[in-house]
């Protein structure tokens, strides 16, 4: 047999009917907020993501699925939804504000576990030509609305501001000066970070590097007046909407387009890939992807690491179950399964002739009712209905069972 891919998964009938729940759970509440759904291509040119995501993050140095098409041009798999969905914006054309979201598959070359996959798949929202403070704390409410609905909890929201062109450049120095001391007792990711991208030494994951850097400055001794006012704004706004919130001055984020606000879910019930949700502000990306100069922000939920979190619905019974008891019946029962699903009643038909015992086995886990069709049906013109609910059974005409006289 061909393999699958490492860390590419099926979503066999229970995933994809948790994906379901997510996605129609997601149309409801964010359509209360005004986003509409749009969907974009799985793959897009290279040059987006080198342009938008960061040139020194882990995502485009070791994580894309990047392959050279026919024209010899570079073409790369999505390892995530904001730069294509801002591709889409400009190219369409349009200029003023726009809230949409859109849900799918994204690609990153990651070491696979529990949470993580290299094929995954986002809930992903953004918000487009709105700079007010407002707006991040409406968002910021919206998931946690939208998670709310899905009776997730546990979950904790990591607040920070990142600043922005006018003072993190000031925060860098500081903070690489403070680096440099510590530096021979760095593991060598974060030795080669201090250079190319000093926020990210914040992220570190490894004992040694947390303990040397836990009194690191923060960005948020350095925020410019704009910056800190917008901060503090936020804030207030999460504070009057009466949602909790820690902040998190060591939150960088993967992806370097971030200005200002970024935050994340985490949830403490799916182990070590414990961020659900996360996101922030990415003022100036549409305008250097060749767009307007408008303001941007957004978040993503991976859909797998939600469905760890939802309990499996209960499989969804279908309305008949049709047992044929004889050869003689076959005919009319798929003529009688023909015409109750023309009526929207679900059937499931099994168009095999068993007899009773090994039908009743089996109608019980697939269907509310149970339609015998034997010789003594077809003779009478008649068809014997179980109601497994009320334990009855009793014969009907096809009119009584149209109307549903056995309910
Ligand atoms: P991100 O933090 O890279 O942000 O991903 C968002 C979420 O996607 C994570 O919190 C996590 O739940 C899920 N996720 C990421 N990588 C994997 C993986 N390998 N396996 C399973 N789940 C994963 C972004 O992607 C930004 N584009 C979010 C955004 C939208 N910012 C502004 N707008």
């Given at each position: 047999?061909?393999?699958?891919i490492?860390?590419?998964?099926?979503?066999?009938?229970?995933?994809?009917?948790?994906?379901?729940?997510?996605?129609?759970?997601?149309?409801?509440?964010?359509?209360?907020?005004?986003?509409?759904?749009?969907?974009?291509?799985?793959?897009?040119?290279?040059?987006?993501?080198?342009?938008?995501?960061?040139?020194?993050?882990?995502?485009?140095?070791?994580?894309?699925?990047?392959?050279?098409?026919?024209?010899?041009?570079?073409?790369?798999?999505?390892?995530?939804?904001?730069?294509?969905?801002?591709?889409?914006?400009?190219?369409?054309?349009?200029q003023?504000?726009?809230?949409?979201?859109?849900?799918?598959?994204?690609?990153?070359?990651?070491?696979?576990?529990?949470?993580?996959?290299?094929?995954?798949?986002?809930?992903?929202?953004?918000?487009?030509?709105?700079?007010?403070?407002?707006?991040?704390?409406?968002?910021?409410?919206?998931?946690?609305h939208?998670?709310?609905?899905?009776?997730?909890?546990?979950?904790?929201?990591?607040?920070?501001?990142?600043?922005?062109?006018?003072?993190r450049?000031?925060?860098?120095?500081?903070?690489?000066?403070?680096?440099?001391?510590?530096?021979?007792?760095?593991?060598?990711t974060?030795?080669?970070?201090?250079?190319?991208?000093?926020?990210?030494?914040?992220?570190?994951?490894?004992?040694?590097?947390?303990?040397?850097?836990?009194?690191?400055?923060?960005?948020?001794?350095?925020?410019?007046?704009?910056?800190?006012?917008?901060?503090?704004?936020?804030?207030?706004?999460?504070?009057?909407?009466?949602?909790?919130?820690?902040?998190?001055?060591?939150?960088?984020?993967?992806?370097?387009?971030?200005?200002?606000?970024?935050?994340?879910?985490?949830?403490?019930?799916?182990?070590?890939?414990?961020?659900?949700?996360?996101?922030?502000?990415?003022?100036?990306?549409?305008?250097?992807?060749?767009?307007?100069?408008?303001?941007?922000?957004?978040?993503?939920?991976?859909?797998?690491?939600?469905?760890?979190?939802?309990?499996?619905?209960?499989?969804?019974?279908?309305?008949?179950?049709?047992?044929?008891?004889?050869?003689?019946?076959?005919?009319k029962?798929?003529?009688?399964?023909?015409?109750?699903r023309?009526?929207?009643?679900?059937?499931?038909?099994?168009?095999?002739?068993?007899?009773?015992?090994?039908?009743?086995?089996?109608?019980?886990?697939?269907?509310?009712?149970?339609?015998?069709?034997?010789?003594?049906?077809?003779?009478?013109?008649?068809?014997?209905?179980k109601?497994?609910?009320?334990?009855?059974?009793?014969?009907?005409?096809?009119?009584?069972?149209?109307?549903?006289?056995?309910?």
């Amino acid at each position: 047999m061909v393999q699958k891919i490492k860390g590419f998964a099926d979503l066999l009938e229970k995933e994809t009917a948790l994906f379901t729940i997510l996605e129609e759970k997601a149309r409801d509440i964010f359509s209360l907020y005004n986003y509409k759904e749009i969907r974009t291509p799985l793959v897009e040119f290279t040059e987006l993501f080198s342009r938008s995501i960061g040139a020194s993050t882990d995502i485009i140095q070791k994580e894309m699925y990047t392959f050279m098409d026919k024209k010899n041009r570079g073409i790369t798999l999505r390892p995530e939804a904001t730069a294509g969905s801002i591709r889409a914006y400009i190219d369409s054309g349009r200029q003023g504000p726009s809230k949409f979201f859109t849900f799918g598959p994204m690609f990153r070359y990651e070491r696979p576990q529990k949470g993580r996959m290299r094929q995954f798949h986002q809930i992903n929202v953004e918000c487009i030509g709105y700079e007010e403070s407002y707006i991040d704390a409406e968002m910021i409410s919206m998931l946690l609305h939208f998670l709310n609905a899905l009776a997730i909890k546990d979950t904790t929201l990591l607040l920070n501001s990142l600043g922005c062109s006018c003072c993190r450049p000031e925060y860098k120095r500081v903070l690489i000066s403070y680096l440099k001391k510590e530096e021979k007792q760095l593991c060598t990711t974060c030795q080669e970070r201090m250079e190319i991208n000093p926020l990210r030494t914040l992220d570190c994951k490894i004992e040694e590097c947390i303990e040397r850097t836990k009194d690191t400055p923060i960005m948020l001794d350095y925020l410019c007046a704009p910056c800190l006012e917008h901060f503090l704004s936020v804030k207030s706004f999460l504070d009057l909407f009466q949602l909790s919130y820690t902040i998190e001055p060591r939150l960088v984020r993967g992806l370097d387009y971030y200005i200002r606000t970024t935050f994340e879910v985490v949830s403490n019930n799916i182990g070590s890939q414990s961020s659900i949700a996360g996101g922030g502000r990415y003022d100036g990306l549409i305008k250097q992807l060749g767009g307007k100069d408008l303001s941007g922000i957004g978040f993503a939920l991976g859909m797998e690491r939600l469905a760890l979190l939802l309990h499996s619905p209960s499989q969804a019974l279908n309305n008949y179950y049709i047992a044929v008891l004889c050869e003689s019946a076959l005919e009319k029962a798929s003529i009688l399964a023909n015409t109750l699903r023309k009526h929207n009643y679900s059937v499931f038909f099994e168009h095999t002739v068993k007899n009773m015992k090994k039908h009743l086995k089996q109608a019980l886990s697939h269907a509310e009712s149970c339609i015998f069709m034997g010789e003594h049906e077809i003779e009478n013109t008649i068809y014997t209905v179980k109601n497994f609910q009320k334990e009855e059974q009793k014969e009907y005409t096809l009119g009584d069972i149209l109307e549903q006289k056995h309910l």
